[in-house]
């Protein structure tokens, strides 16, 4: 259980391209989904939370005009990043957690975007 | 906000022996701590975790130690073998919101 779809797992754009990102939980329904940047041999640095039905939450740095998040439902989150250039380019996981009474649950992982920005 | 450091950022153990990975961090509200295992190029997956009502929880191989006094918990793999080499990462977490990453370690088991 507890499964976590990301798509597409790479994409190669020309520089101006807008990409996006999808996240899925495939048999759980996610209050939360989250949205990290990943670089070579570096940890998970959180770029937003997102809240289906809500704007998403960014962490101080993260462009929101960039990066585009939509939680429309409580099994799927998008991220689009905007008018991507080659600085964009990197390692981009989300994440899911499950929705229920209590707290402390665990994040489940998708498989990660691989972005390179031509 | 949260701090969370992760020591050792290597780790190289011979198959078969004990591995310790240790993190700390700065919020005494912080009550859950998960550990995840990250293959190269995959997914990080969850291996273990923590509430903050328990010192010690154990899962075969792996088991996790949490002191709140010292506000350090630590990860433990036992009988290592070659399937174990992964970066991992520990979290701090208030009520499971937010996650705070550690930096990771990359251990490695030597055949």
């Known amino acids: 259980g507890a499964v976590v779809s990301q798509h597409p797992s790479r994409v190669i754009c020309k520089s101006g391209t807008s990409v996006k990102i999808e996240c899925r939980s495939l048999?759980?329904?996610?209050?939360?989904m989250f949205w990290y940047r990943q670089f070579p041999k570096q940890s998970l640095m959180l770029m937003a939370t997102s809240n289906e039905g809500s704007k998403a939450t960014y962490e101080q740095g993260v462009e929101k005009d960039k990066f585009l998040i939509n939680h429309a439902s409580l099994t799927l989150s998008t991220l689009t990043v905007t008018s991507a250039h080659p600085e964009d380019s990197s390692f981009y996981i989300c994440?899911?957690?499950?929705?229920?009474?209590?707290?402390?649950?665990?994040?489940?992982f998708g498989d990660g975007t691989r972005l390179s920005i031509l | 906000g949260e701090n969370v450091e992760q020591h050792p950022s290597t780790l190289s153990v011979q198959e078969g022996d004990s591995a310790v990975i240790k993190c700390t961090y700065s919020d005494s509200a912080s009550n859950y701590f998960p550990w995840y295992k990250q293959e190269l190029g995959k997914r990080p997956q969850l291996i273990i975790d923590?509430?903050?009502?328990?010192g010690e929880k154990k899962d075969q191989r792996i088991a996790v130690t949490l002191n709140k006094t010292a506000k350090h918990f630590s990860l433990h793999i036992t009988e290592t073998q070659p399937e174990d080499s992964a970066v991992y990462f520990c979290?701090?977490?208030?009520?499971?919101?937010?996650?705070?990453f550690g930096t990771g370690t990359s251990l490695t088991v030597i055949p």
């Open positions: 923590i509430r903050s009502n328990v």
């Open positions: 994440s899911a957690q499950i929705r229920t009474g209590g707290f402390n649950q665990p994040q489940h």
């Open positions: 048999d759980f329904q996610a209050t939360t």
């Open positions: 979290a701090a977490s208030l009520a499971g919101n937010q996650f705070y």
